[in-house]
């Protein structure tokens, strides 16, 4: 029962991804070659690899990079306490965010995405370990029960078992009468946002109210009052 779990141990969290270069002649010959091999039968030639890259390159950790983490946490007042982890230097990014992890209270911390289970979680693991770090803790899966793992999923609890349902977080937000994160920006504009507008503050800004949107979907689940964010 999700009613169980402590909300003060529920870290939320968001990451916004795009292509590792924003243009495709970037890559070097080894790299394109690999992208094209891995995305043909995606593609189904109704895209070049170079047209794919520029739209799907940051779905794929193997071709991106993180640019901007946000986190939450409930506070004692009931509020959303977010911080977001963000740059141009993704190694830099992910050493502040795991240093989080030294903290008492999130040493034993259940982290909680939307469709976290396919890309949050793997994407920062597997990102961690291409900078040359290990995972933090919570990250770590191998050698865990499934009912080990501290990871908590809104889209997964939405699917009641249903393995071929697919939900949005907007989607979520709307039947559950939250306002919609996506009111500037979505996920799809965000690697032009980054690379021509340059506008990572802008990125930043949508990752967070992810998060609250998330933390208040979960909120919901437990048919329990929304909550607002701290201000800082």
């Known amino acids: 029962m999700i009613q169980n779990i402590p909300l003060e141990k529920i870290l939320f969290l968001d990451i916004e991804t795009v292509p590792e270069y924003g243009n495709w002649e970037d890559l070097d010959e080894s790299t394109q070659k690999l992208w094209d091999k891995k995305t043909k039968m995606q593609r189904k030639e109704e895209f070049s690899a ?7 390159g940051g779905i794929m950790a193997e071709f991106g990079k993180i640019i901007c983490i946000s986190v939450g946490i409930l506070e004692k007042n009931e509020k959303l306490m977010i911080k977001s982890f963000y740059g141009d230097d993704e190694k830099k ?7 989080i992890f030294n903290h008492p209270k999130l ?5 909680c995405a939307h469709n976290g289970k396919e890309f949050d979680f793997p994407w920062i693991a597997r990102r961690f370990l291409i900078n040359g770090m290990q995972p933090p803790k919570p ?3 191998f050698g865990k029960k499934p009912w080990e793992i501290p ?10 078992g249903d393995y071929k349902s697919y939900v949005s977080l907007e989607l979520l937000a709307h039947v559950f009468g939250i306002p919609t994160p996506k009111d500037d920006i979505d996920g799809s504009m965000v690697a032009s946002i980054y690379y021509i507008e340059k506008d990572l503050f802008r990125i930043v800004q949508y990752c967070e109210k992810d998060v ?9 689940m437990r048919q329990e009052d929304l909550l607002e964010k701290l201000e800082k």
């Open 151 to 160: 990871h908590l999923d809104t889209m997964e609890l939405w699917k009641f």
């Open 139 to 141: 990250f770590q899966m």
């Open 107 to 111: 040493r034993d911390a259940v982290l």
């Open 212 to 220: 609250l949107t998330l933390a208040n979907i979960f909120r919901r």
């Open 50 to 56: 170079e047209e794919f890259y520029t739209e799907r």
């Open 93 to 99: 990014l992910l050493e502040e965010f795991g240093s």
